[in-house]
């Protein structure tokens, strides 16, 4: 005999409205493997589909009351985590781009001294100074450069204002650039942090 389910949709959609942790739960379990399939299928990166899955899933929860009048909840889920997929695809689309007009400016640039200039080798330079920064630093940089977040986006996701946002980022810059000049072999890298 087929167990009855503990709750229907519109049931389960009312207790999260009403912040029941333990429905949550149910739900997130129900539309893990859903979300996980569809999402890796176009990212192709089990990392990116596990952040679409949270991200939809945290935006699903904060829905609050609203969720009481979801008809369709499927339905809205693989809406939100369809957008989210694309944006980081765009994203990562960005990054690729900006990888490969920096690759072109380091081959059109003669070296000085029979320096080697190599994407690598600046990208190494660049992650030892990320992790040296201050943590708030860091995480404004990251969403900003990495994710392609909006300052306002950054602040609304940290709870912090547009300006901290700012300041944050022109300290992590200038730390940055003092600091690739510093560790790294290559005179021209100033060049590189001029387009972050």
């Known amino acids: 005999m087929k167990t009855k389910p503990l709750f229907d949709e519109g049931q389960l959609l009312a207790k999260i409205a009403e912040r029941d942790h333990f429905a949550f739960k149910i739900l997130y379990e129900k539309y893990y493997e859903v979300i996980f399939k569809f999402s890796f299928r176009l990212l192709q990166c089990e990392s990116s589909a596990e952040e679409v899955i949270q991200e939809t899933m945290i935006q699903i929860w904060h829905l609050g009351d609203k969720l009481k009048t979801i008809n369709n909840i499927e339905a809205l889920i693989k809406t939100i985590a369809r957008r989210r997929a694309i944006d980081l695809l765009r994203i990562k689309e960005q990054s690729f781009n900006a990888q490969k007009e920096l690759l072109g400016m380091l081959i059109a640039i003669e070296p000085d001294n029979n320096e080697v200039f190599t994407l690598e080798s600046a990208h190494i330079a660049l992650e030892e100074g990320i992790d040296k920064l201050p943590d708030q630093q860091r995480q404004v940089y990251q969403l900003c450069y990495q994710q392609g977040l909006k300052y306002q986006q ?31 072999q290559f005179v021209l890298l100033a060049i590189i942090l001029k387009f972050l």
Do not use: P
């Open 154 to 184: 950054v602040a609304d996701k940290l709870n912090i204002s547009h300006g901290t946002v700012q300041t944050h980022m022109k300290l992590a810059l200038k730390f940055l650039r003092t600091y690739v000049r510093k560790h790294s």
